[in-house]
């Protein structure tokens, strides 16, 4: 299993908008936003050298994230780029710009 390290400060309780589930949110230190089954069981904490945040390591075998629990949890993941996507488009789509 994978262990995730979110701010401990960043943690609130929300709901699954497609399943209702009740879950938690936290920010992970990449920055990204992330939800959690209820609850978040962290494993350890530190101060962060850097801006002071505490920083809690979280185990997804004791706190599972959402996204492997949530019947809908594919309808919120984005889709690869691909030869008709609007990057593609925007790039000029393999055209020649002469």
């Known amino acids: ?3 995730l390290r979110i701010y ?3 943690r609130a309780v929300g709901t699954c908008r497609s399943c209702g589930a009740a879950i ?3 920010e ?3 920055g990204a936003r992330h939800p959690f089954e209820l609850p978040i069981k962290p494993i350890r904490a530190q101060q962060s050298l850097v ?3 505490t920083i809690e390591d979280v185990e997804t075998r004791d706190s599972p994230t959402h996204f492997a629990r949530c019947p809908d949890a ?3 993941r984005r889709q690869p780029a691909g030869p008709s996507s ?3 488009s925007r790039r000029g789509g393999g055209v020649s710009n002469r």
């Open 1 to 3: 299993m994978a262990t």
């Open 8 to 10: 401990q400060d960043s």
């Open 24 to 26: 938690e949110w936290a």
């Open 28 to 30: 992970l230190t990449t």
């Open 51 to 53: 801006d002071g945040r």
């Open 74 to 76: 594919k309808s919120w």
């Open 86 to 88: 609007p990057e593609t």
